[in-house]
């Protein structure tokens, strides 16, 4: 048996990332075996959405970060000005040297190098690791249409409002999405919807744009007060409660919303059509919003 190939990976991008204190390329980056969050995915991460490299919504992001880590008792490393000068000079860095209108960075905390054991160590340094990639939004054709989903079981554990690293559940819930060659997997824990693999999901009804409420089972996505915001602007009714089966397919809309999704219709569920089974006005309104939302970004 050889191990010349043993985990030799494929060939990394020389993008600028930022590692415990030190800037350098993507493909030089390293982390010990023994870092906690390789050994039990014990860490959180944030995904700052940037245009024109200016990040979106920043202080919401910061404040979803601070939630988590105090959820794993880990204390935040860098105050909110350093981590906003990393993310400004790595999404300003894939601009001028790929082109890149709009970008992703990817924030991620672990708690650290230590021996492994379950237990949580006191007093070790938090391993910080943050990288950049383009943003790719939803193609012309996507918000034309509206795109497929399909619905599962959520099989994930109660302490989904914490956006951690621990991510096998999603893997497994992204993947019937991908293997039915749709674009993502609404999920329900018994009778109620919960939320997609990586998205969050509404539901529109009469005009009111519905969601399910913030408790542990749902992540809150940083566009739960943007939406709000928008209906408020909009004169939409907006509701955050317990939503059933039944509820959800009798929907007259359905959307998705993250961070590279923005807002986006749902038109068709496990093969059938929702709704018109074309994209709704409640969802042409909540985009137009959105788009006013970043557009203030450069104003």
């Keep these: 048996m050889t191990s010349a190939n043993w985990g030799t990976p494929p060939e990394l991008p020389d993008t600028l990332c930022f590692l415990n204190g030190?800037?350098?390329?993507?493909?030089n980056a390293r982390v010990s075996v023994l870092d906690r969050g390789f050994i039990f995915g014990d860490g959180v991460y944030e995904v700052l959405p940037c245009y024109g490299g200016v990040a979106f919504r920043f202080d919401q992001h910061m404040a979803r970060l601070d939630r988590s880590l105090a959820e794993l008792r880990i204390s935040n490393p860098l105050s909110r000005a350093e981590w906003a000068a990393i993310a400004q000079r790595l999404a300003l860095s894939l601009h001028d040297s790929r082109g890149a209108a709009n970008q992703l960075i990817y924030?991620?905390?672990t708690r650290g190098v230590a021996l492994r054991d379950h237990a949580m160590p006191a007093d070790i340094m938090p391993t910080v690791f943050v990288m950049v990639?383009?943003?790719?939004?939803?193609?012309p054709a996507q918000r034309e249409h509206g795109v497929a989903c399909v619905t599962a079981d959520d099989f994930r554990w109660e302490k989904a409002h914490i956006k951690g690293t621990s991510l096998l559940g999603a893997v497994f819930a992204r993947q019937i999405s991908v293997d039915a060659g749709a674009v993502e997997t609404v999920m329900f824990r018994g009778d109620h919807l919960s939320e997609a693999a990586a998205s969050n999901v509404w539901v529109v009804k009469d005009g009111t744009v519905m969601g399910p409420p913030r408790d542990n089972l749902v992540l809150e996505g940083i566009r739960f007060?943007?939406?709000e915001e928008i209906c408020?602007?909009?004169g939409l009714r907006f509701e955050l409660r317990p939503i059933t089966r039944a509820e959800v397919w009798a929907a007259d809309e359905l959307l998705l919303s993250s961070a590279t999704k923005e807002v986006l219709p749902i038109t068709r569920l496990d093969g059938?059509?929702?709704g018109q089974?074309?994209?709704g006005p409640v969802y042409q309104r909540l985009y137009a919003g959105y788009q006013q939302a970043v557009a203030t970004l450069s104003a």
């Design 22 to 27: 030190e800037f350098t390329q993507l493909r």
């Design 107 to 109: 924030i991620q905390v």
């Design 133 to 139: 990639s383009e943003m790719k939004l939803a193609s």
């Design 225 to 227: 007060g943007l939406i």
């Design 232 to 234: 408020q602007s909009q």
């Design 272 to 274: 059938q059509p929702v």
């Design 277 to 279: 089974g074309r994209p």
